[in-house]
């Protein structure tokens, strides 16, 4: 004899199986949600941590710019004061050269035969304006102070014959360029 199961045991199992599946798949969902909120809920701690990381880095940039801003101003001061000090020291090294210029200058003058009437300088120049008892003597005069060790050259600017209480006299005009340094 022949025996027929009527009962839908093909179906029951699809249908298991098919539960299964939801199951599965439902169950695969819940657990990706749930990394996606963990993953988010991670990346948002780690952004919070960097934007309180980037605030107390600009708080310290600002500080560091201040204390920067005031070395500065210090280096600027100081750099300042410096010059200061080498223009005096320059002024103190050079407050006796023209002095001493002139002085040696007068050593130079002939005592009964030149007299100097005036003297000017203006930067490295000279101008020595004087009479001379004649033209060997203003000659002779020019060529010492050529030989002399700080000018540089010496040029006459003018000669002529002057009377002065009824004696002829050469007055003269040089002019002189100084060696640098001094």
């Known amino acids: 004899m022949i025996k027929i199961n009527l009962l839908p045991y ?7 199986t098919f ?9 695969s969902f819940i657990i990706f949600l749930l990394l996606l909120v963990w993953v988010h809920i991670g990346i948002s701690s780690s952004i919070s941590n960097l934007e309180t990381q980037i605030k107390e880095s600009e708080s310290l940039l600002a500080d560091l710019d201040k204390k920067i801003g005031d ?8 750099k300042e004061l410096e010059d200061k000090l080498g223009v005096i020291a320059t002024l103190e090294e050079n407050r006796l050269a023209p002095v001493r210029t002139l002085d040696n200058l007068a050593l130079l003058v002939p005592a ?3 007299w100097l009437t005036k003297i000017t300088q203006k930067g490295s120049n000279i101008s020595i304006q004087g009479i001379g008892r004649d033209n060997i003597v203003v000659a002779d005069f020019m060529k010492r102070i050529e030989q002399y060790e700080p000018i540089k050259s010496v ?13 002829t006299l050469q007055e003269f005009n040089f ?7 001094f």
């Open 10 to 16: 093909r179906e029951k199992a699809k249908k298991d």
């Open 155 to 167: 040029d006459l600017v003018s000669a002529k014959k002057t009377e002065i209480s009824g004696i």
């Open 112 to 114: 009964k035969d030149i």
């Open 175 to 181: 002019s002189c360029v100084l060696k640098k340094g």
């Open 19 to 27: 539960l299964r599946q939801v199951f599965i798949v439902a169950g």
């Open 71 to 78: 070395l500065e101003k210090y280096k600027k001061d100081k």
